[in-house]
């Protein structure tokens, strides 16, 4: 079974930085696709990030675009995102989430809150 | 970026009924959508992919359709676990996109 679990969260302050990570189980993390997507309270979902299974290819969304980092680690099974300079509108639950062999995002974490308040 | 437009935000049916949500794309995006269902406090879960390709273990109930820029998630006869927030998402290009949600909920 597919099990996602995300670490790192909490209160920060704007400006400041926090680093997410992800813990994969289940499946042959090096072979899959990643992705970040968060869902400020009371909102829809906001794709964030994505980095494919080697790291050839990485893409973030433009509100995030050179502040957040997507990294993973194969050999320990482990997704990050590193986010800096954050700012308010950050504030939100950040989901690891998993792109199928041809589904995309078929396997969601249960997310970590992130939030950014002075 | 592609947009993408729900309707209607908000739903009210009851059990047994045929409910239709529509996704609409900004710009062509083939058959790269899919809907996923959220129920309050949950994590997002996938209902098709594609377009209309039902995921594993999703009830056939759930069904998809479209292609180009206009989609459609219908459910038939309505259940009591049904009652959730549908997203659609697009995956043609980057940065992948999704609706504002549609929250269905008992009549």
């Known amino acids: 079974e597919v099990h996602l679990v995300e670490s790192g969260g909490g209160l920060v302050k704007p400006g400041e930085s926090l680093r997410l990570s992800c813990a994969a189980s289940g499946f042959t993390f090096s072979s899959y696709t990643m992705n970040w997507v968060r869902q400020a309270p009371g909102k829809g979902l906001e794709w964030v990030s994505l980095?494919?299974?080697?790291?050839?290819?990485?893409y973030y969304a433009d509100s995030v675009k050179g502040r957040f980092t997507i990294s993973r680690d194969n050999a320990k099974n482990s997704l990050t995102l590193q986010m800096t300079s954050l700012r308010a509108e950050d504030t939100a639950v950040y989901f690891c989430?998993?792109?199928?062999?041809?589904?995309?995002?078929?396997?969601w974490g249960q997310g970590v809150r992130v939030t950014v308040s002075s | 970026a592609i947009q993408m437009t729900q309707s209607p935000s908000f739903l009210s049916a009851s059990e047994g009924d045929r409910i239709t949500i529509t996704c609409r794309a900004s710009q062509a995006i083939r058959d790269n959508l899919a809907w996923l269902q959220q129920k309050s406090g949950q994590a997002p879960k996938l209902l098709i992919y594609?377009?209309?390709n039902l995921q594993t273990g999703v009830p056939s109930r759930f069904s998809g359709s479209g292609s180009g820029t206009d989609f459609t998630l219908t459910i038939h006869s309505l259940q009591p676990e049904d009652f959730a927030t549908y997203f659609c998402l697009q995956d043609f290009n980057y940065p992948r996109s999704f609706g504002q949600g549609t929250k269905v909920e008992i009549k």
């Open positions: 594609a377009a209309s």
């Open positions: 989430v998993r792109d199928g062999v041809l589904p995309p995002h078929d396997s």
């Open positions: 980095i494919s299974s080697t790291s050839r290819y990485i």
